[in-house]
């Protein structure tokens, strides 16, 4: 099945914007004239440190980074970041976690090993189905810092609101970074795996509040102490270079495309149209509750494991791809992160109405 | 100037063969008919699965890794190995280290957050100019492993042998895995940073001998577990997919070309047309001792710094790209890498004469 023929749902990694694969591929050979391809360069040359810092200035003007805020490019994915964040910022004490799906449950689970750590919030006990209330979320007294994860993929929740707390925000965004407006001004540190709204695997992107940097406990790797990698400028070591020309190239997309601002718009738009269908169905079933619904994650299920699957591998027969849902969770996933156009949510939303009325009891 | 009229001598990343870069090229919007680009693919989709599975046996087909060893994929480089070796292997006691140069001293530094470092070898007084033989090197009793770099890109030296120790030896094959074969069996642990022989960076490759998995200190971030990966088959998070992919196509040339034996061959002509004209020349000095000296880095200088950089601008006038020195070491650096072909190192030859020639005093 070729490109034109295909929407890719998947949660990551995720589907890319065409023009900006048209690019690579069209600079893959030989990147302006240099005589090299970006994948031969060394990280240390002119060419790829215009680049990096491309693609540095680029992020930050699009989520407005302020001065105050350094933008590191590491590697190691989110899973890195579960460890290098208490090795940092929790000095032994305490931190308080909100658990609200599987990857806030394993960030706490890794803090665990270099401090106490707070659950503030757990909705374990429902399945992970909605977001706690800021009046709900239990704030420990001197908390190093308030860790949240966003939008949780496999669960298909979204933070709709900014926690308030004393203790800096540290939030994981990985699958909905560059989808909306963000006051980075309030967060101590966020990061975010790449694959999902910025590049390929294999980049992690982190905006660390300077202040907080230099704090990383005696059995900190090197690579892993923040305050390390903004005096090196993310380069203590070769970073992932394919991955960071990637982004640059993103990232130009995204301002022809109105910027985070305009991702935002689409963002509604698009889980809009699932999440109404659904509520109208009388065989889909929304997995999430209504006001901590994800944009980015749309999941949902049929009456039974044998229609899901069913579903599933028809919509792979039209092109509508890796809808199945995480093996944790079950049913499916509809993954709308930015670059999936609306014409992917119409093509997915006439087929759920043809099954639904092939299959309606 | 364009790809044709160039050499790139970088130290790494490295120049590719040119032909798993039109392949990565052609099928850079749409793998094999699957509507997406391998940067786009889920990490668990049957596709990738394919790839993934696909380099591993390439990579244990052309190193000969025995079942006693476990290949792994990993992010971070060479500079997190200078971590996670120690993290899982040290249990508290005392490694041997051979320091011969930058990143076998980092990775001592590294380990000494971790347990008792004993210095086997040290060549700094001597600006690391030659290797230690066996006989000089001084073995701790109950060495949990013996550390070493087998080539060192910044001075150009290389070891000739394989220690012999009681403890497991632990390498660091950054520079020259993949260019001879290697008795895997003798090896504890060995691993590389991808983008010298492999791949573009963002990639580093690990072998490790099974038993010795499974020691790490509590302390030891999850990702960072050699037996976590072990058990996850690399995949406890969303693995650097696209690296994986070009080490696959790296393969399948490398077999074409004769493998690792057909490498060895090539390393040992290319680098030894340079040293036999450098011992010749009245203008040039090779940096590293003969018995010492790398294949892979080729290490040289004039008597003068301004007629090195003349020398090095001249280079790049003709294409002959990064032939500078590390800023560490001074000088001139001709990297030799796989995907160097010997008619790079003749183009260079007959530069280094005509400069000779103009600038003989």
Redesign the interface.
Known sequence: ???E??F?F???????P?SV??Q??KD???YQ?????V?????R?KAFQEIFDAAKAKFKKAMKVPDTHEVLFL??????Q???VP?NLIEGGTADYAVTGNFSG?AAK?AK??GTVHLAADTTPTGHDRIPTQAELQLSQDAKYFYYCSNNTIYGTEWQYVPETAAPLVCDMSSDILTRPVDVSRYGLIFA?A?KNMA????TVVVIDKSLAGREL??T????SYQTMIDKDSM????????IY?LSLVLDWLESQGGVAGMEQLKRARAQKLYDYLDESDLFIARALPGSRSDMNVTFRTPSEALDAEFVKGAAER?L??VKGHRISGGMRASLYNAMPMEGVDALLSYMKDFEVKHHV
């Open positions: 099945m070729s490109r023929h295909v890719n998947s949660a990551g990694p995720s589907v890319l065409e694969l048209r690579a591929q893959l050979m030989d004239g240099c005589g090299m391809s994948m031969e360069m060394s990280h040359s590697q190691g994915g989110g899973t890195l579960f460890a290098m090795m394993k890794e090993k270099y795996g694959q390929p695997a294999g980049l005696p059995i790797p090197e690579i892993m203590l070591n070769t970073p992932p270079c394919w991955c990637m092109g791809l890796n």
